[in-house]
């Protein structure tokens, strides 16, 4: 049973559009939320996080919204680039007990045409 | 540059086969991992380990066991492959402490074929 729910499970996109990405969870001790990024071939790097002590993350094209209260997250990419296309995972985890235990999303493919 | 190095990046064994899959990191990190990576169901964690010969289940371990004889290399053991373990593996390392104020970083994947 998945405790991180993503969607949508592909999408695609024009280059200079807006990706957006939605995630959901129901334990309400996640408190960090992770965005993997993945290229075909490759393993997943770390993108961009959040703690739910803030609402917004902002690193360059890409921001991370944060709402508590409906226990939801998700990634927006701006400007988005052909060299964006790739599955992105959302993730969360509990602290300080389960410190090595990342939940993660099914993913998403994400494909930016030129 | 950091590195997590998983030798194999392509197997296709027979069922029932004992299967190796090797990590190696060159970070000196603590923790490492086993994820299984399906498409539709995300990462699922296999075990992990904080340190050598350590080992804690994840959220799938049946069917895998684990060895950790030094801290830079972390072993994944089927001991009977299935079918149903067909799928894409990832290894991964990170520093003590808390998940959020260290990056995991990942190798690049071992692909694993039962048939």
């Known amino acids: 049973q998945q405790q991180v729910k993503q969607s949508p499970q592909s999408l695609i996109v024009q280059k200079g559009g807006i990706s957006i990405i939605n995630c959901a969870y129901e334990?309400?001790?996640?408190?960090?939320f992770p965005w993997y990024q993945q290229f075909p071939g490759k393993g997943p790097a770390l993108l961009i996080a959040?703690?739910?002590?803030?609402s917004e993350k902002k690193e360059g094209r890409f921001t991370i919204s944060f709402n508590k209260s409906a226990k939801q997250f998700s990634l927006h990419i701006m400007d988005s680039q052909p060299g964006d296309s790739a599955t992105y995972f959302c993730a969360a985890s509990m602290a300080p007990t389960n410190d090595y235990k990342l939940s993660f999303g099914a993913g998403t493919t994400v494909t930016v045409r030129a | 540059d950091v590195k997590v190095t998983q030798s194999s990046r392509y197997l296709v064994k027979r069922t029932g086969e004992k299967v190796f899959l090797e990590c190696v990191q060159d970070?000196?990190?603590?923790?490492m991992f086993w994820y299984r990576q399906d498409p539709g169901l995300g990462l699922r964690l296999i075990y992990f380990s904080y340190d050598v010969k350590m080992k804690e289940k994840g959220d799938i371990p049946e069917g895998y066991s684990v060895s950790r004889e030094k801290k830079e290399r972390f072993s994944l053991i089927l001991e009977s492959a299935s079918t149903n373990q067909t799928s894409m593996y990832l290894c991964?390392?990170?520093?003590?402490?808390?998940?959020?104020?260290?990056?995991?970083?990942f190798g690049e994947g071992s692909w694993l074929t039962v048939v």
């Open positions: 970070m000196d990190h603590e923790n």
């Open positions: 959040i703690r739910p002590d803030v």
């Open positions: 334990n309400t001790a996640f408190d960090y």
């Open positions: 991964a390392s990170t520093q003590r402490g808390t998940i959020s104020g260290n990056t995991i970083y």
